[in-house]
C-alpha cells in the first residue's frame, strides 16, 4: 500500500515539473520574441535573477555576465543613482516608472524604465519586474516637433501673424496672443464672437469682407481678404486673412481656422514708393523740357556763330592768296586753322547735345591722327605761350602718315581734353 502511495506521489511530482518546466519554456519562448528589455530582479539582493533576449542584446553582454550581477553593476553608477528613488518606491509595494539615456552598444538611448512588485505568499515584495522600452525615436520626433513649434512661434512673432479659430455652429472665436496684439485688444475685452470682431472693421470695408467670408461658408473658395481694421488707438491698420474652411460629410461649413497678417508697414511703403515714382516722372519730365531748350538754344547759338565764322575763314583763305609775305602768311595760316579748329569745336558742341538727346549718330571717317593733333596743338600755342610754356611735340616718325578710322567727334575731343589739362 505504501509503496502504491509513493509511487503516485512521484507520478503527480513529476508531472507538476513537467507542467512547470513547459510554463517556463513558454515564458522563456514568449519574452524572447518581445522587443522589450525584461528583467526579474530580487528586490533584497538587486541583483538580476532572469533578462530576456532584448535585455541582453541591448547591453552587448553574454546572459551569465548579467544573471547573478549587480543592478549598478550593469546600468552604471550614474543611472543606478537616478534609479534609486523609483526602486525604492517599487520595493514599498508601488510601481513607478521614469525615462532616461542609457549608453547601450556605444550610443546613448532614451529608455523607458517600467518597475512593478512581485509579491510573495505573505504580501511582502520578493522581486522586482523591469519592463523596459527603448523610445529613442519616439524623443527625437518630441524634439523635431518642439523645435518646430518654437521656430513657428518664432515666425509668428517676428512676422505680426495672428492665428484664429472660428468653430462656426456656437460662433466662438478663439485668438492666440498675436491676434489681440495686431487689433490691440484685450483678451478679457473681447467677447470672442464674430460680431465682436466684424466691429473692429474699417466701415468701408464690411460689406466686402462679408462677402468673402460667406463664399468661403458656400464651399466657393478659402477666405482670403485684405481689408483695414481700426486699432484700439484710433489708427487704422492693414491686414490679409488666409483660412481653411472644414466641411461636414453634408457639406456644411463646421469650422475656419486661419490667420492675420499685418501688412501697415508694407502698405505704407508702397504708398510712398508711388509718391516717389510720380515725382520723379515729374522732374523727368521738366528735365526733357530744360534739355530740349538747351538743345534748342546749342543749335541757334551755332547757327549764330557759324555764319560770321564761315565769313571770317572765307576772307582769311582770300588774304592767303593774295598776300606774299612770309610772316604774314603764317599769321593768317594760323587764324584760318584756328577758325577751322573752332568750327569743328562748335560741331562737337552740337554732337554732344545729340548725345545728350539721344539721337547721337557715330560720325565714322579716316583721318590722320598727325594733322587732328596739330590742329589741337594749334588752339592751345598762344594760351602755352602766355603762361610761360614750351609747347613740344615728339612723334615716333613711322606715325606721321598714320591714317585711323574712327568717331572723329569721340576721337578729336578726348586730345583736346588731355591737351587743355596740358597747359
Known sequence: MKSIFQTRFVSQYEKKVEELNQVNERFITITSKVPAFIAYVDADTLKYEFVNDAFVKSFNLPREKIVGSYVKDIIGEENFNFALKYINEVKLGRSSSYEN????????????????????????????????????????????????????????????????????????????????????????????????????????????????????????KEYAAEFRIIHSSGDIRYLKASSKTIFSPEGRALRMIGTNIDLTELKNAQEKLKTSNTHLQELSAEAQVSNNAKSEFLANMSHEIRTPLNSILGFTDYLLEATKENETKEYLNRIFKSGQTLLSLINDVLELSKMESGVHNPDIRTFSLMTMVYDTLEMIRERSLKKGLELKLEINPEMHNLLIVSDYFNSHTGVAGAASNIS
Open 101 to 220: 539615456t542609457f549608453l547601450l552598444n556605444g550610443e546613448r538611448r532614451w529608455i523607458n524604465v517600467n518597475y512593478t512588485p512581485d509579491f510573495d505568499s505573505h504580501g511582502k515584495v520578493k522581486s522586482i519586474i523591469v519592463l523596459n522600452y527603448d523610445i529613442t525615436e519616439r524623443r527625437q520626433i518630441e524634439e523635431a516637433l518642439r523645435l518646430k513649434d518654437e521656430r513657428l512661434q518664432l515666425a509668428i512673432r517676428s512676422g505680426n501673424i495672428g492665428i484664429w479659430d472660428w468653430e462656426i455652429d456656437q460662433n466662438i472665436l478663439v485668438w492666440d496672443q498675436s491676434m489681440y496684439a495686431l487689433y490691440g485688444l484685450k483678451k478679457e475685452n473681447f467677447s470672442s464672437a464674430y460680431e465682436a470682431w466684424k466691429a473692429t472693421v474699417h466701415p468701408e470695408d464690411c460689406e466686402h469682407v462679408e462677402n468673402e467670408v460667406q463664399a468661403a461658408l458656400r464651399g466657393e
